[in-house]
């Protein structure tokens, strides 16, 4: 059974930073792509990042493209959101997903392509 867990999330201030974990269990992790997807209160759950399995690649929204970095550790089932520059429009509920095999271009930042899907931590971005 596919698992994944987020963690990290929180209140910072404008211009500050947070690093978020995708904890995975169940399947083997560099064999899946791993997007990072956001959802604001009123708003639809939107695409922010995603690392491909190992044969693909990496994307991200052009809203955090030059400030979020996605990494990936398969020795330890964790994918990492390391975001920078936060502002307060950064504001949601963050999801880690999991999708089989490679994520190109058209379906890497699109949720409805993802399996699995973790619990969600929430980031508030205020002074």
């Known amino acids: 059974q596919l698992q994944l867990v987020e963690s990290g999330g929180g209140l910072v201030q404008p211009g500050g930073s947070l690093r978020l974990s995708c904890a995975t269990s169940?399947?083997?992790?560099?064999?899946?792509?791993i997007g990072w997807f956001r959802q604001a209160p009123g708003k639809e759950r939107e695409g922010v990042s995603c690392?491909?399995?190992?044969?693909?690649?990496?994307y991200y929204s052009d809203s955090v493209k030059g400030r979020f970095t996605i990494s990936r550790d398969n020795a330890k089932n964790t994918v990492y959101l390391q975001m920078n520059s936060l502002k307060p429009e950064d504001t949601g509920v963050y999801y880690c997903a999991a999708r089989l095999g490679i994520a190109t271009m058209d379906v890497a930042l699109t949720p409805n392509k993802y399996r699995a899907w973790g619990q969600g931590t929430q980031v508030t971005v205020s002074s």
């Open positions: 690392i491909s399995n190992s044969d693909g690649g990496i």
């Open positions: 169940g399947f083997t992790l560099d064999h899946y792509a």
